[in-house]
């Protein structure tokens, strides 16, 4: 299957900091990419939806300031949550697809994001 | 009501036994079916994508009933690797990439 990374896979920080989340398809040109989080326990939530070269759109109660989302190729996407609060401690993960006819989605491995 | 409802569970069964897990799902433009397998900390893949004709993968079959809005997954001489969370997914409706995700069924195979 396509292979999506995601870098980096775990990361700790004071609160206030930025910190960005990488997501690369490394065997496929990613039309559409998926950001999405997951709290203990729970299901994956959707975050945004990020097509190449033009603007995420984001989910309901998802705020976009807080979130930024750059897809400026067709195998990267970036995710940077910006003033990281205890609250956006989560794994994040992403996902692509190549779009047309195919619609799975390939997932990466996810990062763990810890902010004190 | 949600978009995706499953029995969160847990199911605990021992090695060998047959388990059936069930999703329902609210939007009737929905077009696309998966079952994904989650594990601990680990992100979800794709174990099967589901059709109307029912489809089998060794010890996997998945059903879709679309007029009930239904689906199932049948895992038949379970393992003890077969032990995770399993995520019913369907998509958005027509025109759309978007998953819906179920918040998944937590199985434990005992030996």
């Known amino acids: 299957g396509a292979v999506v990374s995601q870098h980096p896979s775990r990361v700790i920080c004071k609160s206030g900091t930025s910190v960005k989340i990488e997501c690369r398809s490394l065997d496929f040109q990613a039309t559409t990419m998926f950001w999405y989080r997951q709290f203990p326990k729970q299901s994956l939530m959707l975050m945004a939806t990020?097509?190449?070269?033009?603007?995420?759109?984001?989910e309901q109660g998802v705020e976009k300031d807080k979130f930024l989302i750059n897809h400026a190729s067709l195998t990267l996407s970036t995710l940077t949550v910006t003033s990281a609060h205890p609250e956006d401690s989560s794994f994040y993960i992403c996902?692509?697809?190549?779009?047309?006819?195919?619609?799975?989605?390939?997932f990466g491995p996810g990062t763990r994001l810890l902010v004190l | 009501r949600k978009e995706v409802e499953q029995d969160p569970g847990p199911f605990n069964v021992p090695e060998g036994a047959t388990v059936a897990f069930n999703c329902t799902y609210s939007n009737s433009a929905s077009q696309s079916f998966f079952w994904y397998r989650q594990d601990c900390r680990k992100e979800p893949k794709l174990l099967m994508s589901?059709?109307?004709s029912g489809n089998e993968d060794g010890r996997f079959t998945a059903q879709l009933n679309r007029a009930s809005q239904y689906i199932s997954l049948l895992i038949r001489d379970s393992k003890l690797s077969d032990s995770a969370t399993y995520l019913c997914?369907?998509?958005?409706?027509?025109?759309?990439?978007?998953?819906?995700f179920g918040t998944g069924t937590r199985l434990k195979v005992l030996a």
């Open positions: 997914v369907v998509n958005g409706g027509s025109g759309t990439y978007k998953y819906i």
């Open positions: 996902s692509a697809t190549s779009g047309g006819a195919v619609e799975t989605q390939y």
């Open positions: 589901v059709y109307s």
């Open positions: 990020s097509n190449e070269g033009s603007k995420a759109t984001y």
